[in-house]
């Protein structure tokens, strides 16, 4: 199977791009027909599973519409115990990673959501589309993408779900985060790590959830103007970056932003 990480180290950028982004140019008409086939997939395997037939309360849909006839919504209370105590043997298909999330107070420590390889292969894709749109100016612009951009790390760790997520993106475009040593560290510790040697490998990008997004960029403003000077003396391509930095600022006629 050729995933988007073997695109980008052949050099075949068009062809990349029509893998994770080709959905762009698809008609409201084309994407539905697309849906509606993967939905009946999906119905298919549920239907053949233990867990399916329990959440269907016995019934067998064979279309989209009886399915939504028939079958009540569900929260994650009918999926448990299966999914708490990840049976995988009552599951539509094998599982090749479990996601960790949040739990409920007084019924469950964590929400376990099981991912199948077609997933994963699917989600794979998905994070090379994000990271191939946060780079480009225009549709089909791969000229910014490349191997070993620099990814200042804001995510926790697997199982739970961003580190999933990271993991995926990583293998996508083969990134390196910033700090190497993340999984090691704190949170706060992470970003003050990760900015310090930023300054000397250079940051090409950062995301995660809007509450982290915005603590992130207090702790780079913070960063910012808490520089060590005597340490940055010492390292002369921080100490680039940093002049830089305080040029463009000027003749931007603004402080120096992160």
């Given at each position: 199977m050729i995933?988007?990480?073997d695109l980008l180290r052949e050099g075949r950028k068009d062809d990349m791009w029509q893998m994770c982004c080709g959905f762009l140019d698809l008609s409201l008409e084309q994407f539905m027909t697309i849906q509606r086939r993967l939905m009946q997939?999906?119905?298919?395997l549920l239907g053949a599973s233990e867990l399916g037939r329990k959440v269907m309360r016995g019934a067998r849909p064979t279309t989209i519409d009886e399915f939504r006839k028939v079958v009540p919504l569900t929260t994650y209370d009918d999926y448990i115990p299966e999914l708490t105590e990840k049976r995988e043997d009552t599951l539509p298909a094998p599982v090749a990673q479990w996601v960790r999330t949040s739990g409920?107070?007084?019924?469950?420590?964590?929400k376990w959501i099981p991912l199948s390889e077609r997933f994963v292969q699917e989600t794979e894709k998905l994070c090379g589309a994000i990271a191939i749109l946060c780079l480009a100016n225009h549709r089909g612009d791969m000229s910014k993408v490349r191997q070993h951009l620099k990814v200042l790390s804001t995510f926790a760790s697997p199982p739970y779900a961003s580190g999933v997520i990271a993991g995926l993106l990583q293998q996508a475009i083969n990134c390196d985060y910033l700090p190497s040593n993340a999984a090691e560290l704190g949170f706060v510790d992470k970003v003050k790590k990760g900015?310090?040697?930023?300054?000397?490998?250079?940051?090409d990008g950062f995301g995660g959830l809007p509450s982290v997004l915005v603590t992130v960029g207090e702790q780079l403003k913070?960063?910012?103007g808490n520089i060590d000077r005597s340490r940055l003396l010492r390292r002369r391509r921080a100490l680039l970056r940093v002049l830089r930095g305080l040029v463009r600022s000027k003749l931007a006629g603004r402080a120096m932003l992160p």
């Open positions: 995933r988007p990480i997939e999906q119905l298919q409920y107070t007084g019924k469950y420590e964590a900015f310090d040697d930023a300054l000397e490998e250079g940051l913070q960063q910012a």
